[in-house]
């Protein structure tokens, strides 16, 4: 792959949505999406400080589109809200704050990233990043691995295990991971099924192979490998699906976060990969986002928790365990599996499930 590859090169916008005659304008402008496997009513979750107000109409899809299992969600400096999940139609849709649907990608992706049908689009997706680096934005995807099926129906070559870095269009800039060939812009490395990418201020590179090795990498700004730590256990510096990662800067110096997920636990590490502590009491921690002096963090056991800048705990929003997945639309006021989240600079509380509806929903701040 070179870096003239686009991993979306077809992206449809507003007036492509009103050209295809699915929807009127007011329909566009108003609401008038799609609301299948969205809740019917507001409700508010929380408690003191940490309150929101649940949006119900906020990300729907026109009618013919429909979101898969939620994989990830970020917002970047305008406040535009990238959400992306295992569906090609769309693999990613951008909204604007309020919920107004700027443009999709679809499954069209170039022809060099190897992938030839639908199939192989929805069985890789799964994680997002965005960075800013000297003043420009980026995002990080990362890929699981999958098995292709020949025609006799067996198992064949797997793909996937690929982090890409591309710009805010999709422009692929670097991959790591399973390449078939080493090049300035594409490295081997030993991923077997990645999960997330963080980012410090110094440009450092996290990776932590989470469905897979459970290492997590450490590379310089250029991509030069300057450690891995872990491996499968429950000891200090060991992980049970370390499923996401992220560089915490709420206090003086930075710190390495990961969601030990079926350790049910956090990990801090320091920037050189080195243990410190452990924050424990968690159900199935899957990755974090920070905004406001606050750490959030989307538990797949059925709730967000909310931590100060000294790991303690300020809120838990929405527990809806016991809740089958099939009825979490009767409880607008709790989660069933929330997979990814991200906050926008107003405070609004974007969060995504893995339910194959996507489920993903706004929460504006209560003051």
Same mark, same amino acid.
């Given at each position: ?17 009103l ?10 402008a ?12 507001g ?26 299992? +939620? ?5 970047d ?8 999940s295992?569906?090609?139609s ?10 107004k ?6 499954k069209?992706f170039?022809s060099?990233?190897g992938?030839?049908s639908?199939?192989?689009?929805q069985?890789?997706?799964h994680?997002?990043y965005l ?12 890929e699981n ?7 006799d129906?067996?198992?064949g070559?797997?793909? +996937?295990?690929r ?5 805010l269009? +999709?422009?692929v800039?670097y991959?790591?991971g399973?390449v ?5 812009t594409?490295q081997k ?29 450490r590379?310089s700004?250029?991509f030069k490998?300057?450690k891995t730590?872990?491996?499968?256990g ?5 992980f ?6 992220w560089?915490?800067t709420?206090?003086?110096e ?23 502590r452990t924050v424990?009491d968690f159900?199935l921690?899957c990755c ?15 709730r967000?928790?909310?931590l100060?800048d ?9 527990? +809806?365990?016991?809740?089958a ?6 409880h607008p006021?709790k989660?069933a ?17 893995w ?10 701040p209560v003051a």
């Open positions: 792959m070179n870096s003239n590859d686009y991993l979306f090169p077809v992206r449809r916008t507003r007036r492509d949505f050209a295809m005659g699915a929807l009127g304008l007011a329909g566009l108003g609401g008038g999406l799609s609301a299948a496997g969205q809740d019917a009513d409700a508010t979750i929380g408690a003191g400080s940490a309150r929101f107000k649940l949006d119900p109409t906020w990300g729907k899809l026109p009618e013919g589109m429909k979101y898969g299992l +939620g994989c990830a969600i970020v917002v400096k305008q406040d535009r809200v990238i959400v992306t295992r569906s090609t769309p693999c990613v849709a951008i909204f604007d704050r309020d919920g649907l700027l443009e999709t990608w679809g069209e170039a060099a990233v992938y030839g639908e199939a192989e689009v069985a890789t997706a994680g997002l960075a800013e680096e000297n003043g420009t934005e980026y995002l990080y995807w990362t691995v999958a098995r292709a099926k020949g025609a129906g067996k198992v070559k797997a793909y +996937g295990a982090v890409y870095k591309t710009d269009k +999709g422009k800039l991959t790591l399973m078939e060939k080493e090049s300035d594409a490395l030993d991923l077997t099924n990645p999960t997330d990418v963080a980012v410090a201020p110094n440009g450092d590179i996290y990776i932590v192979d989470g469905y897979g090795s459970q290492k997590v990498h590379f700004r250029d490998k300057l730590i872990g491996g499968r429950k000891d200090h510096g060991q049970n699906t370390c499923h996401g990662i560089v915490n709420l206090r003086k930075p710190e390495i976060y990961i969601a030990d997920r079926a350790n049910n636990r956090l990990e801090v590490y320091s920037p050189e990969l080195e243990y410190k424990p159900r921690p974090f986002y920070q905004q406001g002096g606050r750490l959030y963090v989307p538990e797949l056991g059925a967000v928790s909310v100060d000294q790991d303690k705990l300020v809120a838990r929003l929405g527990d +809806g365990q016991g809740i997945d099939a009825e979490i639309n009767q006021g989660f599996k929330p997979h990814a989240l991200t906050v926008d600079s107003k405070g609004n509380l974007f969060v995504l499930e339910l194959p509806w996507g489920r993903v929903r706004k929460f504006s």
